[in-house]
Structures are given as structure tokens and as C-alpha cells.
């Protein structure tokens, strides 16, 4: 049992953690179309507040729960690396691309 509890753990640590990532991903997406230097921090500080309290809400719960905190923090933080980069990966393709279209729009 306990080790199915630990899988169970992980897996939706890695959820809880990708839903962190697609937020910070969301934010991006709208903080890019302003390009000022206060936009940008506010940016990057709103997604390190996300980032902080996605973590916290885990360790919350394993602390509330009972549950293995190595177990749970890990998955989540791998969560928010991996979907974050792969977010991140999608967003910026999709910048490429509009700015392409806008290169052979406006020739």
C-alpha cells in the first residue's frame, strides 16, 4: 500500500506541478506583448510567485496529509521544469512564427 501511495503521490505531484507550468506559461504569453522593462520584471516576478507557491501548497499538503514530502516536491518541481520548457518551447515557436508572417505581410 505504500508504495502505491507514493506513485499516486507522484503523479499528481507531476500534475499539480504541469498546471503551475501551463499558468507561468499563460502569463508569458501575455506579459510578451508589452515589451517594457517594468512589464517584463513584473513578468518574471509574478512567475516566481507561482513557481514559490505552487511549492508551498505542496509541502502543505504533504505536511497536512502525512505524505513523503521527498516524494511529492520532487514530482512537482519536475513538473514545472519539464512542462514549463516545453510551455515555453511551444510559446516561442509560436512567436516565430507570427513575426515571419509579419516579415512577408509587410514586404
Do not use: H, P, W
Not at 507514493?6 to 501551463?22: D, E, K, Q, R
Not at 502543505?60 to 514549463?84: H, N, P, Q, R, Y
Request: charged letters at 20%.
Amino acid at each position: 500500500m505504500d508504495k502505491l501511495l507514493n506513485i499516486l503521490c507522484a503523479v499528481g505531484g507531476f500534475a499539480f506541478g504541469t498546471l503551475g507550468a501551463y499558468a507561468n506559461a499563460r502569463i508569458s504569453s501575455r506579459g510578451i506583448k508589452d515589451s517594457t522593462v517594468m512589464a517584463v520584471m513584473g513578468t518574471n516576478f509574478t512567475r516566481m510567485g507561482i513557481d514559490i507557491l505552487v511549492l508551498l501548497i505542496a509541502f502543505f499538503a504533504c505536511k497536512f496529509l502525512e505524505l513523503d514530502l521527498t516524494v511529492v516536491l520532487i514530482s512537482v518541481a519536475s513538473g514545472l521544469a519539464i512542462f514549463g520548457m516545453i510551455f515555453l518551447r511551444r510559446l516561442t515557436k509560436r512567436l516565430l512564427q507570427e513575426e515571419e508572417r509579419s516579415k512577408d505581410g509587410g514586404e
